[in-house]
């Protein structure tokens, strides 16, 4: 665990697993600036550390990198003892994909190694399952807590050559529903956001927005954490993180358990 | 018409269709606070004034209250001339249903009468077909605007003894659907809100919120303008009407085409 | 009303909307072989005479022709007492829809005219609400019946230009649900069929299956009874008719509500 | 493998993965009664002899039984290859799934362990992975074949106290749908089977058909193979296979890839 920053924050943890330098990040930051003290987890704890130094300098914030492999439960116990040492985790985003390769081209079926194809149920779905069950004690405990689900458009259709991909994201996609349906009446807040399309740098960077998008590309969306950060066009992850902080603070008079977010910029698919 | 109100403001026009005494209310009373001109649009123009005037002095703002029926092209196409003569009208809601009576209990099947399930299609689906006309060309001159429709349970699956309801619902979210397909890439943001429940009236009202929704009861849902206004318990139209307002916002690099909004304390159907 | 052919069947009526050269006819036939007495129905009643004249032929059949246009109530209630007069209508097969025009190219939504915008919901909703009111309390008497709805793509999912025909058959899909919940415990089987792609003429006909369909095909499908017969490629309508069959032969221990048909030449969409 | 039977048959292997006493039997009789060879895997390697050599003697045909665990990789490649030796596997029917325990009651989410959890995904989804992979090569080589996948209402949403079966379920729904898109041009058809309900005893035997079935039953839907046999009530299994048969025999002109089964004594959910 790297801990970066200075100022202490009455509010929750924020806890941000599978952060690269896209919506990870920008969602991290958006909690970070809205008062969170934000734990930010991923594989590569250099590059995490990074990200975190960045985000306290710029958001005056409390935030803690720390190292996890969703595919090992192991790891994400330690991962969860540390988080849970920074004090109460009010949100869990869950952000995390095993990425095929950092192509995102599609594979025959019949050349997908088994070990593959685990991994890829591994990080989607158990990891996840791992994640819930360490925070949810807590959020019952205190009455309140939000469990953000990220998925994409191979959570709801299959797509040839994608099969790793599609069963980890329709088995997180389930596993968010039976959470919502357990735990609603806690006041726990969980919700599925379907990014259709690829999540590109922030819009003030140096690589520009440079406009449509094809369906091939839309496997790319959210290769945060676990993938690579290859895609220089796509949807600005900090107009992403907003929603995600919106459906953060709905009231639990009215909340959404899914939602879909897409560029209009984007042919529909 | 009824003109209620005195600042004018710089913005354009929000124009709510399917004003009664709780949701619609609660988004006209949002767009108002937040600046906007408002148009409200319900049969009942004697109560549909007093709404506007309610709004106008608690906000501030001018509130114009048009006599609209729905299911006759005719008095749609007078309502918008009306509204369009306001002013750019930036953002359509579509708050407006046949509800079969007052009591919403099921109809058997060969006891709806055809003009019944006609004018459920009318309201539903060729009201918010019209509505749309009227204000999509100024949309797409301006390059911007934002067209919310409601829907609820009935939107999704087909419940016996509502196949007025149903069928109704089911044509409006496939209208949302080409609509955002036509018209996203000319800036226009339109999405499909669906409501799991009832909503009730504000909370801090007379009328309090009181508990557990049964799924008979879902059916009242946003039971607005051209519906009686009988529940008593349900979701705060406010809390609901805030996430109108947030897909309104939202930047088009991210834009939202459908989620779901229930109460945290309904029980999940 | 057109009565065609010699032989009596000890069954009941089979009745099918929407008859043209292709799936209609095929339906029919397949009910016609089995050993029904047919009733088929669409707007033209010289080509449907044709249809039962060559169905009576092949299949040794008692086959009717009777005129209807589904967008005008007082029609389908006459057709309806021409077929009931032939005995009780065990089966409905409800496969009209208005065609916008013989092209299916998509149509700009502000160059709609919302006559058109009605047809299309008064054939594919309106008409199918009428046809099934007339037979079911027949059906509810004996305790048995079969009623079949033809859905495309368009049933699932918006298309841009093309919201006429998605709102009639979203509201249609409604309807077959709703009916399936109010009736399947009376011995009334509802199902509703999702035809993908152009269905083509036979194929053992002069004009052959040629291959791939492209999306915008897609539209043309089932273009029977109401529609032109343009297409020269697409399903087999034999084959797809024997779903139709298998679904009347289902036990009501296992019962199908909803499946799809697509040609496996056919890209995914 | 035990090899039960003696009638030699011209046709190709059918393998019926996940085989107990109900719809995996019923699935593997009917396409031993069309002549078929075929294969029967499960667990229980007795139990299972005992249902080969009674389909064996019932339908003069060669029904092997080999042994399978779904959850561990090494005994699937195993249990195919004895599968593949005894010729052509024309047809995979894959019925199996972990069921987390004899009582289908509803688990806490923080008690669920997460070796349940991954064993379910192993058993749904994995185990189907694999077995597909085993097969597919052959079914290319021929240009023909049929797979087909055995779901529940956990297929298509989430249920609380139900993740493991869920999340199992979304992922082997998504595996059909890949497979499809991938394999359809190969003359693979690959179909997805959702049962509501119950599946019990054969109508015939002792046990009858008792009535209502609650929606808590449903989540024993199809507890073959790798469940327990408690339920005495539910859908023919002989019914529904002829579905799975009837999926088999359509021409690949009209292919369907879902259909959903209920009992239409059942109240709908």
């Given at each position: 665990m790297r801990n970066v920053g200075s100022s202490s924050s009455g509010r929750g943890i924020a806890a941000v697993v599978?952060?690269?330098?896209k919506l990870g990040r920008s969602v991290a930051r958006k909690f970070a600036h809205e008062g969170y003290t934000v734990a930010i987890l991923a594989r590569d704890l250099g590059r995490l550390s990074r990200v975190a130094e960045e985000i306290a300098r710029e958001e005056k914030a409390q935030v803690f990198a720390i190292r996890i492999d969703c595919s090992d439960q192991r790891s994400v116990r330690e991962a969860f003892e540390g988080v849970l040492s920074l004090g109460f985790v009010e949100v869990l985003v869950y952000n995390a994909y095993q990425s095929a390769s950092s192509t995102y081209r599609p594979t025959s079926f019949t050349d997908i190694p088994v070990g593959s194809f685990q991994r890829s149920l591994a990080v989607s779905a158990v990891g996840a399952f791992l994640c819930a069950q360490q925070v949810i004690p807590g959020m019952i405990e205190r009455g309140k807590g939000t469990i953000l689900f990220t998925g994409c458009s191979a959570s709801l259709y299959g797509v040839a050559g994608f099969s790793e991909l599609c069963c980890g994201k329709f088995a997180l996609r389930a596993l968010a529903q039976c959470l919502t349906r357990e735990y609603q009446a806690f006041g726990i807040h969980v919700a599925h956001v379907i990014i259709h399309g690829v999540v590109g740098?922030?819009?003030?960077?140096?690589?520009?927005?440079?406009g449509m998008v094809t369906e091939q590309q839309t496997l790319q969306s959210e290769e945060e954490g676990e993938g690579e950060s290859s895609g220089v066009t796509g949807m600005d992850p900090d107009r992403v993180a907003q929603t995600y902080w919106y459906l953060h603070v709905q009231d639990r008079s009215a909340w959404t358990q899914e939602l879909d977010l897409r560029s209009s910029f984007t042919s529909f698919y």
């Open positions: 599978g952060v690269g330098p740098p922030p819009r003030g960077s140096a690589m520009e927005y440079r």
